[in-house]
């Protein structure tokens, strides 16, 4: 058996429809579905439009063997230049375990330290166990509530990692 080939880069407009088809599924599929929970977001049906048009942010697609399964941005978080967030890594159940999650957190948190941000934030669901363990051993750590002017109250998971260490 041969391994797969993988690609992770930036976003393009033709993949707007297939990465917004896989963060809603992959929303459904974790219970993060309507008003406070990230596949509700506006950004998400045309994502390169909200990644490409602003500074100091990215959204990165992974490909396995050709097939887009997923993605994960960076942006600022409520225009701060100090803080970004760590945005909408979904992944498709097949393509877990490949480390793309891994791959795609590391790129993101490296390019957010390129552009300066001191800081990354992010929030999730309990349910989403496996991403928090990935988060916890990238260095995130537990807060105890959202930091001020988060827009997905759904969330129940909150964490931060500092980017100067």
Not at 15 to 25: C, F, G, S, V
Not at 98 to 109: P, S, V, W
Request: glycine content about 10%; hydrophobic content about 40%.
């Amino acid at each position: 058996m041969s391994l797969p080939s993988i690609e992770i880069s930036p976003i393009s407009s033709l993949q707007d429809k297939q990465i917004a088809i896989i963060i809603k599924a992959v929303g459904r599929e974790f219970g993060a579905v309507g008003e406070g929970f990230g596949p509700s977001d506006a950004e998400v049906d045309n994502m390169s439009q909200h990644y490409l048009a602003k500074q100091r942010a990215r959204y990165l697609v992974a490909s396995v063997d050709g097939e887009i399964v997923g993605g994960a941005g960076i942006a600022s978080f409520n225009g701060s230049v100090e803080t970004c967030e760590l945005r909408k890594l979904f992944l498709l159940p097949q393509s877990r375990g490949l480390g793309l999650g891994k791959l795609l957190t590391r790129q993101c948190l490296a390019y957010a330290n390129d552009v300066g941000y001191t800081q990354c934030y992010l929030d999730t669901l309990t349910s989403m166990r496996a991403a928090i363990t990935l988060y916890e051993k990238e260095g995130f750590k537990h807060l105890d509530k959202p930091l001020d002017g988060t827009i997905h109250g759904g969330c129940d998971v909150w964490m931060l990692k500092s980017l100067k260490e």
